[in-house]
């Protein structure tokens, strides 16, 4: 079975930098497919990155573009969102979702099958 839980966020300063983590206690995804998205308050949940089952293939959202990295590594089972220069509007609370095996970089939220608890990433002006 695959069980996710994110780590790494809390309360940055707009500009500033988290790096957040999801680990797969199961460790069952190393052929899945893994993604971030993110729910703002009162808003419904987006797309931010994903990264395909052999981490070559990644996806952005364009509006996080070149400040946001998605990464895996597969002997952890583990994949991690580095944000820099955070905006206010990057706040939510942010999902890991694991796709079914063999999938590609996705932004579509039907393609995840497994999901975190989500963990909340504030980021104050």
């Known amino acids: 079975q695959v069980q996710l839980e994110e780590s790494g966020g809390g309360l940055v300063q707009a500009g500033g930098s988290l790096r957040l983590s999801c680990a797969d206690s199961g460790r069952t995804t190393s052929t899945y497919a893994l993604a971030w998205f993110r729910q703002g308050a009162g808003k419904e949940r987006e797309f931010v990155a994903a990264i395909s089952w052999s981490g070559v293939n990644t996806n952005y959202v364009d509006r996080v573009k070149g400040r946001v990295t998605i990464s895996r590594e597969h002997a952890k089972n583990t994949v991690y969102l580095q944000m820099n220069s955070l905006k206010s509007e990057d706040t939510g609370v942010y999902y890991c979702?694991?796709?079914?095996?063999?999938?590609?970089?996705?932004?579509?939220?039907?393609?995840?099958?497994?999901w975190g608890q989500g963990i909340q990433v504030t980021v104050s002006s």
């Open positions: 979702g694991a796709s079914r095996p063999w999938g590609g970089a996705s932004d579509r939220m039907n393609d995840y099958e497994y």
